[in-house]
Every structure is written in structure tokens, then in C-alpha cells.
């Protein structure tokens, strides 16, 4: 067993297993650090979203607290300019490629990049980059769910309780960059494909990508 230990975050004192990353345990003691792509029981943590950075004292660059395994006396900030500067760039990046229209959308009120802008003051808008202007026509399952791809933040959630919690590997990853995508193994439709449409899938998505059928964005985890 692991043992605890004291580290301090925001200026306050709290307690952790140690070697417990740092996102969970700022969560776990509701100091909200953004976050997307972070799973709990992931063994490896993809980092990909790039929005949980903060400062660790001593550390010359700020670390993403997915990835930071917490030790004693440790002394964290969440914020600080160079923290905010990455964060606003990340998000900012990821909007870029999203279509953003909240009113039209399933996830409005409950969508994790509106959360996002909340917590930091952003606005869920693009100022510094350009609008990829990536569209997709929406896919709909034969009987659950509707999937819109213009809408995917390529978290990762979705793939992963697909491969982990249901073990089904319905859906992966395909292409790199900015081609990059969700998409069922061999790309065939997802109805000639292995999805058993559990909608483990669409509970886990933070933001309006997979929705049930007729959704009312309460019935998602989100
Ligand atoms: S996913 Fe979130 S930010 Fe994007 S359009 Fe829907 S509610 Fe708005
Ligand atoms: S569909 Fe949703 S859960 Fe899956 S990668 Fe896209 S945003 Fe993440």
C-alpha cells in the first residue's frame, strides 16, 4: 500500500497515495484543472489534449498534471502566466478544428470545453487561429446514438472504454496530424462493424460528438 503524503496546491495543504497523479488528487480536492483526454484508471496517460498543464515549484517549465506523479512536499500552482498562456493556446487550437455552434448543439450547458471557458475566462471563440472549416455529414447508428465528427475534440474517451470497459475495439484512431480521426477499424460502416452500440461510448464523450438519439444532454455522464 502507498504511503500519504502532504503537498500543497493553490496554497492549500492536502493529502494524497503518493505517486498518485496530480490532476486526480487537485480534482479530488475540487481545484479544477482543465482537462479532456485525462482517464483515471489509464495506465499511461495519452497528454494529448495539452490543457492541464500547471507549475511545480523547482520544475523550469510547467508539466501536464496528468502525467506528474505527486510527491511530499511538493508545492503546485494551477495558475501562474506561462500555465494560462499554454492552456489558452491549447484550447484555442482545439477550437479551431470544432464546429462551434453551442445553441444547435446536444452538449450545450454541459459540454467540458464550455466548462473550460468558465473556469479560465476563455471565450469559445477563435481570436488567434483560423477555423480549419473541417464539416462532416452526421453518421447515425442504426438505433442509438449519432456521432458528428465536426464536434470531435479527438479526446480519446470514446476509444478508450470501447476497448477497455466494453472490450468490443469497435473504434480506433486512424490517421495522423490533422487528419487524424474516430473512425471504426477498416473505416466500414459502424453497423457492419463489431459496435454492440452499448453507448458506453457516448456517455464518455465531454462534448457534443456522440449523443444518444434524441438526446437530452442530461442523460450523458458530461
Ligand atoms: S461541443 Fe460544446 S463548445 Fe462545441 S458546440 Fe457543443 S456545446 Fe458548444
Ligand atoms: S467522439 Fe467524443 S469521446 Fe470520442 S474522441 Fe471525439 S470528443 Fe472524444
Redesign the pocket.
Known amino acids: 500500500m502507498s504511503k500519504t503524503i502532504t503537498l500543497t496546491i493553490d496554497d492549500r495543504k492536502v493529502t494524497a497515495p503518493e505517486g498518485e497523479k496530480l490532476l486526480w488528487v487537485a480534482l479530488e480536492n475540487d481545484i479544477y484543472i482543465p482537462n ?2 485525462a482517464i483515471k484508471e489509464e495506465g499511461r496517460p495519452s497528454a494529448s489534449c495539452r490543457l492541464c498543464f500547471v507549475h511545480v515549484e523547482g520544475l523550469p517549465a510547467p508539466v501536464t498534471s496528468c502525467t506528474q506523479a505527486v510527491r511530499e512536499g511538493m508545492v503546485v500552482k494551477t495558475r501562474t502566466p506561462q500555465v494560462d498562456r499554454l492552456v489558452r493556446t491549447a484550447f484555442e487550437l482545439l477550437l479551431s478544428d470544432h464546429r462551434l455552434k453551442c445553441s444547435t448543439c446536444p452538449q450545450n450547458r454541459s459540454c467540458e470545453l464550455q466548462k473550460i471557458a468558465r473556469a479560465r475566462g476563455l471565450k469559445l471563440k477563435l481570436k488567434r487561429f483560423k477555423s480549419l472549416g473541417k464539416e462532416y455529414p452526421l453518421y447515425e447508428s442504426p438505433g442509438l446514438f449519432t ?1 458528428d ?1 465536426s ?9 478508450w472504454v470501447d476497448h477497455e470497459v466494453a472490450k468490443v475495439g469497435a ?1 480506433g484512431f486512424a490517421r495522423r496530424g490533422l487528419k487524424r480521426m ?1 473512425t471504426t477499424f477498416g473505416n466500414i460502416d459502424l453497423d457492419a462493424s463489431s459496435c454492440t452500440e452499448c453507448g458506453l ?1 457516448v456517455k ?4 457534443g ?2 449523443n444518444f438519439t434524441g438526446e437530452q444532454s442530461s442523460e450523458k455522464d458530461g
Do not use: H
Open positions: 479532456l483526454c456521432f465528427r464536434r470531435c475534440v479527438l479526446c480519446g474517451r470514446c476509444v473504434i474516430v461510448c464518455a464523450c465531454p462534448v460528438a456522440l
